[in-house]
């Protein structure tokens, strides 16, 4: 519940900005929540998704991030990012399909949950830009490494 909590609270705190994108993923037929999407306005530009379980593998989130792309094409972002922990391969299997590409990955301390983590860093670059990565996370962690899993 103290989870919970804090991420709603993280989101509502988010949703105040004047500048963001959160969106919440529903059916039309009874515009219900089943999870959401967002891009959080750090220089990161990072690309955030969850969904219900029971709507896992209808491709609900891969149609959700293509719309929000959509958009940020058309805004003129230069680029997004989104991570994923190693251990959930069908998050990066969604970042594969909306045209991200894999970069790098990193060791994490993560939080709320205080285990350490490996993620993988995608990156779309929508101005032609494609060498350009975004280094942030290559930085700040001691354990960087390319993986060649695919």
């Known amino acids: 519940m103290e989870e919970t909590q804090s991420f709603l609270q ?10 963001g994108h ?15 999407v967002h891009l959080s ?7 955030g998704y969850g969904l219900r379980h029971d709507f896992w593998r209808m491709g609900i989130t891969t149609e959700a991030c293509l719309a ?7 805004i003129g972002f230069s680029y997004i990012t989104a991570t994923h922990d190693r251990n959930n391969p069908r998050s990066g299997e969604v970042m594969k399909k909306i045209g991200m590409t894999y970069r790098y990955s990193y060791e994490e301390q993560w939080q ?39």
């Open 10 to 19: 993280h989101y509502q705190e988010e949703y105040q900005q004047t500048l």
């Open 22 to 36: 959160q969106y919440a993923v529903c059916f039309k037929k009874d515009n219900l929540p089943i999870g959401y």
């Open 41 to 47: 306005y750090n220089d990161s530009y990072d690309l």
């Open 68 to 74: 929000i792309i959509e958009q940020l094409r058309k």
């Open 112 to 150: 709320p949950k205080d285990k350490l983590v490996v993620f993988r860093m995608y990156q779309l670059n929508f101005d032609g830009q494609n060498s350009r990565v975004y280094q942030k996370y290559w930085n700040q962690s001691k354990q960087h490494f390319i993986e060649s899993f695919l």
